[in-house]
């Protein structure tokens, strides 16, 4: 049985349950509250606990004037995003040089896993927080509960209403900032951790070139080099980072070449046909010819194809405009080795070159230059065997160490921007093979490959619901956090203005801010806050169209 059925006979089962217990009336003797298929589970145990906790109240205090402080500043961060996001829009190129298609996916039921850990930390953590200042403000708290939707989904701590409203605003202020603000921390907490301790740990197996793609029909498709496999050795040489797997050179293209790499915690050699892969075709003078991605370049212009930067050299000298001989080799039965191999495709002898600065102009004017015009273009992106590969630095410099290139506001924005967006390009969590490619070093050196590995991922789910929970609670609208505190914030504020109103002040007419006032400010911020949410949400759906 597969995750989506036991998913979805677990669903069955609760919502049997559910509803017989309904009928039967039994929630109700339990003092169990159903809204809709959601069991709210309340009890007035754990309030000794709390204020037991909370018997520190200065410290408190100040933890909740710090939490108003964390929550104020999100709050205005939150909405001017939300506006930024609407009008401007991000930029779509973000993670255009970072990201890849390939990545290994981590499986449904892994993913929740982490999800569920990181939800129920972040929902307790708030909770916890709301109950603490509740009793800390001299407030009664009615209940504490779990929320259940098949599984805990959430918590919640309800003080009295009576009490909520006749408290001071500054002691409510902590109250509906402590949530967020406990999840903020608890988020930074995380960060640090993740960070400074688990990835600054991280290390690769072996020095390599990580293969990402292979290229569909090329040598290494038929000979099953497989993607996020680490090449250490091709032709005898060492390859230490993709630099060095793009810089291989072929004495006869075709040629059976010996190469090794490490795979699922195995290192394998096979020999693979050697030569300069064509990885794609661009529109142009190769489309015309009929090449295809998966060929091998063997040679052109009557000059042996060894490597990619000589095939580079060749084209800009070739003459345009007129026909030169190429030959290129695909996939087929050769009879001196008696299987599979790579031979010579009789049906594509020349092809025709066009001007670099006619390419340029016709596709990239912006980017155009004079000394194209000198310049032939063929229209390949190639690599050796039809593979693309990375350094091993880049993948953990872009998941692990998100902010070790960052040098002014731009770069740290992109930066984070990125690390936050992990999850919704399938970066996190990460799982085999990717993570058979590392090993944790230095002071997690003792840590199994799986606990190190759990640990990495745990800590990353944990920050990032954690602040994706506190950010919203954040924003400027009921029923969230934010939009009490703004509020009060707010009512504070005419409070104080009120207090100040001088004899001449209401001679002249100037009066202080009224409750009602104060109310639809917050509901029009709830509003517009409702509406940028909306417009991006018909935007994600409707805009690819």
């Avoid at 003797?29 to 298929?37: A, N, Q, T, W």
């Avoid at 072996?206 to 990402?212: E, R, V």
């Avoid at 004079?370 to 390949?380: I, R």
């Avoid at 009921?478 to 209401?506: E, F, H």
Wanted: hydrophobic letters at 45%; proline letters at 6%.
């Amino acid at each position: 049985m597969n995750g989506y059925a036991i998913a979805f006979a677990s669903l069955i089962a609760y919502l049997a349950i559910v509803l017989a217990g309904r009928w039967s009336k039994v929630w109700k003797k339990l003092g169990v509250s159903l809204y809709g298929p959601i069991m709210m589970l309340r009890t007035r145990r754990g309030g000794r606990l709390l204020q037991r906790i909370g018997s520190r109240r200065r410290f408190w205090k100040v933890y909740g004037w710090i939490s108003v402080l964390l929550v104020a500043v999100s709050m205005i961060l939150m909405t001017a995003f939300l506006v930024w996001e609407v009008f401007l829009a991000m930029s779509s190129d973000v993670w255009s040089q970072d990201i890849n298609s390939n990545f290994p996916q981590a499986s449904a039921s892994v993913t929740f896993g982490y999800v569920l850990i990181g939800l129920v930390i972040a929902v307790i953590v708030h909770e916890f927080a709301h109950g603490i200042l509740t009793t800390t403000g001299n407030m009664r708290l009615e209940s504490m509960g779990v929320m259940i939707l098949v599984i805990p989904i959430g918590a919640f701590a309800e003080p009295n209403d009576e009490d909520l409203k006749s408290t001071p605003r500054g002691a409510r202020a902590r109250l509906y900032a402590s949530g967020p603000g406990t999840n903020m921390i608890v988020a930074l907490i995380c960060l640090a951790f993740f960070i400074g301790m688990l990835a600054s740990s991280i290390s690769p197996v072996h020095d390599g070139a990580i293969i990402t793609d292979v290229v569909e029909n090329s040598p290494a498709d038929l000979f099953a080099i497989p993607p996020w496999c680490q090449m250490t050795q091709a032709g005898g040489l060492a390859i230490k980072n993709a630099t060095d797997m793009m810089q291989l050179s072929f004495g006869a293209p075709g040629e059976s070449v010996k190469v090794s790499y490490f795979y699922a915690n195995r290192n394998i050699e096979l020999e693979v046909p050697g030569g300069i892969v064509i990885t794609s075709v661009l529109d142009g003078p190769a489309l015309n010819a009929g090449l295809k991605p998966g060929m091998i370049i063997a040679s052109l212009n009557d000059s042996i194809v060894p490597s990619v930067s000589e095939l580079g050299l060749i084209v800009e000298n070739t003459t345009h405009n007129a026909p030169v001989n190429i030959t290129v080799l695909r996939p087929g039965y050769d009879p001196l080795r008696g299987g599979e191999w790579f031979v010579v495709d009789g049906s594509i002898t020349n092809i025709t070159m066009t001007s670099k600065w006619v390419y340029y102009y016709t596709h990239y004017p912006d980017r155009n230059r004079l000394e194209f015009m000198n310049q032939s273009f063929m229209g390949v992106v190639v690599s050796p065997f039809g593979v693309k590969a990375e350094d091993p630095d880049r993948f953990m410099n872009l998941i692990a160490k998100p902010f070790k290139n960052t040098d002014d506001s731009r770069s740290l924005a992109g930066n984070g921007m990125r690390f936050i967006t992990l999850p919704f390009v399938g970066y996190s969590p990460l799982t085999s093979p990717a993570t058979d490619l590392y090993e944790p070093s230095g002071p997690l050196s003792f840590l199994p490959q799986s606990v190190y590995w759990g640990l990495f991922n745990m800590f990353y789910w944990v920050f990032w619901i954690n602040l994706m929970l506190g950010l919203a609670n954040a924003l400027p609208a009921l029923p969230m956090d934010g939009g009490y505190l703004l509020k009060d914030i707010l009512g504070g504020a005419a409070r104080w203005r009120g207090d100040r109103l001088t004899g001449l002040d209401k001679v002249l007419g100037r009066k202080s801010v009224s409750e009602s006032t104060v109310d639809g400010i917050v509901w029009v911020s709830s509003v517009i806050i409702a509406i940028l949410f909306l417009w991006l949400i018909v935007r994600q759906v409707f805009g690819p169209f």
